[in-house]
């Protein structure tokens, strides 16, 4: 169907009745020469039966039978979506495209972009049930972010929503991506399952699985597949997968493709549900609402406890994928095999008695009682969910950082997993102690910067990267670790924005954000960088030492912060001790070494000093030295930027060496901050 844009377009070329250019076309409706080639397209489609046709020469339209388009424009003025079609135009092109950009679609409906958004913001709603995001993707527009099946899910009740609208606009625009399946081997599949099964499903729930079936071809041929499902077990126990599974070949055969076997499950799970439902209930309609349910389920019994479980995804994720084969055993009249009734109220009265009285609606919803084997099931999810939440409101979880970037970059990303999660850092060690520390009972993770595959152990191991990224984050909330609740990580908050906004935030907006929300926010995006020539003055530096062992170079250097008042006396001594116990692991690039000492109390100011030597100096296991970059740090923020800086600088080798041919310690730190 033709928008009104279009068809002022052709009325614009019939009134001519001659070739007009691209450029005065754009001019002419103010609009950008690509969203005129987008609106010829458009109107490509449309015309294909009727007996005119646009040309293209060099760069000019024209018209191929003007009394034949004058006829078409007698009876088509144009076609104007109301508010409610235009959101659900927007919600199945997210669905079906997977990627939107808001001024093609500005274009394509003839509104702007605040109204877009108004649009955007009532669809995120609707994502949400199904725990769906948009990602900002700079140039590209909006992408949809989730699982693949929940992806399935939600485009069906787009779907849904617009066939209730009985709208030709949103039913060209369904026709629109489905109309290259032919739906004849669909039906056959369909038909040929049922009398394998032995039952016929109701029209509601045929036309239900059809479409879905429609989408499992449109989106495989996309690539977009479902590569494993929640209840595979149970679902590979029932007739109706030995159907599927057997009728997959007149599928396959008709549509030349290969569908995993997660698809047959997840078909397999819309043929359960064809019978699960009373007939007084919509199939669908209640099938998909099963997450929204539980979740005022789990809300009801968090009421009454004194831990909040309300949020805790691993329990909804476990409830709903729990519940789907309950509804069916309930239905059906199965019992459970094993009982663990008698068990369970007998250890947790109290938590199945307030499970038995919150089920309420789970039961009117099918129009069954949960026996008490059924709800014992539920109490242990429950009794789960509460210890896993009491631990995270009692305990810090103990981390051990295993870090082969040396104490610089250990230190930073300690202090970036103290920032964001509520966790305490037991130690931060070199690759090579991890051995030593492997019987200490005060850890729960480990933190590491390095391959360490061959290290067994029973605690759980994350590889991160020194400096923390997005991915890392991701990846210790999957643990998951338990973010630090008081404060907000300035990143996110900007991410939050700009997605709703869609647009970037300007730096005049990030700036009033981070004055007005101060100590609550985590700045990892303004936060004072401190730089090379803060933390290293000309005093510090010593072009030719006299040492001749490795301790009379630490010492040295040692004696350089020691004379300009930044340690006391015994952080020397710790300096030298600790590469006595530890070895060297301070040796962060070839013939450099990083001594240093945790003693904070010892330090009076963050400081580096740098004594290099002619001749090279024997360190331990064979090694040899020519510089030794020495440092003490005060704060446990603000040195850990020139920390980095320093050590990234220095590994560069023709860095060292214009450092080391040095006449001067002006030129040492002119050549450090160049």
Not at 71 to 80: D, E, I, Q
Not at 603 to 616: C, H, L, P, Q
């Amino acid at each position: 169907m033709l928008t009104s844009k279009s068809i002022e377009l052709l009325k614009f070329l019939l009134d001519r009745r001659d070739k007009v250019s691209l450029k005065e076309l754009a001019e002419h409706f103010n609009l950008s020469e690509r969203s005129i080639r987008y609106e010829v397209e458009k109107i490509e489609d449309e015309i294909k039966k009727e007996d005119f046709r646009l040309i293209l020469t060099k760069g000019e339209y024209s018209i191929d039978g003007y009394i034949s388009l004058e006829k078409f424009l007698k009876n088509n003025t144009g076609y104007v979506p109301s508010p409610k079609e235009r959101e659900l135009y927007i919600f199945l092109k997210i669905c079906f495209e997977r990627v939107i950009n808001q001024t093609i679609i500005s274009d394509e409906l003839e509104i702007s972009k605040s109204t877009i958004k108004t649009h955007l913001r009532d669809i995120r709603k609707s994502l949400e049930i199904y725990n769906l995001e948009l990602e900002l993707l700079p140039k590209k527009g909006l992408i949809i972010k989730g699982d693949e099946e929940q992806l399935r899910q939600c485009t069906l009740k787009a779907m849904y929503l617009s066939k209730k609208q009985k709208s030709r606009f949103l039913d060209d625009v369904i026709e629109g991506y489905l109309k290259n399946i032919d739906e004849e081997g669909l039906k056959l599949f369909i038909n040929y399952c049922q009398k394998l099964m032995d039952k016929i499903i109701s029209d509601e729930a045929y036309e239900i699985i059809l479409r879905y079936l429609t989408m499992v071809i449109y989106f495989n041929r996309k690539n977009c597949v479902i590569k494993n499902i929640k209840n595979e077990n149970f679902l590979k126990g029932t007739k109706e997968y030995e159907a599927v599974n057997k009728s997959k070949a007149l599928l396959e055969g008709f549509y030349e493709l290969e569908l995993s076997e997660a698809e047959y499950l997840k078909i397999t799970d819309y043929f359960l549900g064809s019978h699960t439902y009373n007939i007084s209930y919509s199939y669908y309609e209640n099938w998909v609402e099963i997450e929204i349910i539980v979740r005022n389920f789990i809300e009801k019994v968090n009421k009454e406890l004194d831990v909040d479980i309300s949020n805790d995804e691993t329990l909804i994720l476990g409830l709903v994928n729990h519940i789907k084969p309950t509804i069916y055993r309930i239905k059906n009249g199965i019992e459970l095999e094993n009982t663990i009734y008698e068990e369970v109220v007998e250890s947790y009265p109290k938590i199945f008695s307030l499970v038995k009285s919150s089920v309420g609606e789970l039961e009117k919803f099918i129009n069954n009682k949960f026996t008490n084997d059924e709800i014992a099931f539920l109490t242990i999810h429950f009794k789960a969910a509460i210890d896993r939440n009491v631990k995270k409101k009692r305990e810090k979880i103990k981390v051990l950082i295993v870090c082969g970037s040396g104490y610089g970059s250990s230190r930073l990303l300690a202090q970036q997993i103290k920032d964001i999660y509520r966790v305490e850092i037991v130690d931060t060690i070199p690759r090579y102690l991890l051995e030593k520390v492997n019987k200490r009972k005060d850890i729960d993770i480990i933190l590491t910067t390095v391959p360490i595959e061959d290290f067994k152990t029973e605690r759980q191991i994350i590889k991160v990267s020194p400096l923390l990224t997005k991915e890392d984050i991701q990846k210790l909330d999957n643990y998951p670790i338990p973010r630090d609740s008081k404060k907000i990580l300035f990143s996110e908050l900007i991410d939050v924005i700009e997605k709703n906004l869609g647009e970037k935030v300007p730096e005049k907006l990030k700036f009033g954000l981070k004055n007005f929300l101060d100590t609550k926010l985590i700045d990892d995006i303004f936060h004072k960088k401190v730089t090379i020539f803060d933390l290293l003055s000309e005093q510090r530096i010593k072009l030719k030492g006299k040492a001749k062992t490795w301790k009379e170079a630490i010492t040295e250097a040692g004696e350089l912060l020691l004379k300009d008042d930044c340690i006391e006396d015994g952080y020397i001594d710790d300096m030298i001790q600790i590469v006595e116990e530890f070895g060297n692991y301070i040796m962060l690039v070839p013939n450099v070494i990083f001594p240093h000492a945790k003693a904070r109390d010892k330090v009076k100011k963050t400081a580096f000093s740098i004594v290099m030597y002619d001749e090279k100096i024997d360190f331990i296991d064979g090694q040899k030295i020519d510089m030794v970059i020495s440092f003490c740090s005060k704060n446990e923020r603000e040195h850990l930027d020139g920390l980095i800086n320093i050590i990234e600088k220095i590994e560069e080798k023709s860095l060292k060496e214009k450092i080391m041919l040095c006449k001067n310690t002006k030129d040492v730190i002119k050549n450090f901050i160049d």
